[in-house]
């Protein structure tokens, strides 16, 4: 009992602080798109606007109204340049699909601590399709 205690505790550490990864959900690699599909997309980004946590900022959406989607989750709101560069590390990293990139990664960081840009399947795209 112990041990699994402590193997729980050391994966959801592992998972907290997972860096730069090409992770996603299990349902990432039926999902339709791909982050290269993302970052062609994101070219029409407004450098400007504000992307907060959790808004959808590019989605491609399936028939089923669920889809692919990149978006910033913890702490930092970024601006569309920006989001532009991380999803271009993460493609850069190898990534084909789903994966985050800590908003820091730019300057040499891999602490998720700072926020994340994530690029995952959703259940519902929020009828987005293309820029949010």
Known sequence: ????????????????????N???SG??????????DIVNISQGLDENRIYRPGEHIICIQSQLGNGLCAFLQ????????????LLKD??????????????????????????????NAVGSTGGCNGIC
Do not use: R, W
Not at 4 to 20: H, I, K, R
Not at 91 to 118: E, Y
């Open 90 to 119: 993460l493609q850069n990293h190898g990534c084909k699909k789903c994966g985050s990139v800590p908003v820091d990664a730019t300057q040499g960081g891999n602490d998720d601590g700072n926020g994340i840009l994530t690029v």
């Open 22 to 24: 090409c992770n996603g």
């Open 27 to 36: 349902n990432c690699p039926g999902i339709v798109g791909s982050l290269s």
């Open 74 to 85: 913890g702490n930092s709101a970024e601006n569309g340049h920006f989001v532009k560069i």
């Open 1 to 20: 009992m112990y041990f699994f205690t402590a193997l729980l505790v050391a994966s959801s550490v592992a998972f907290v602080n997972a860096g730069v």
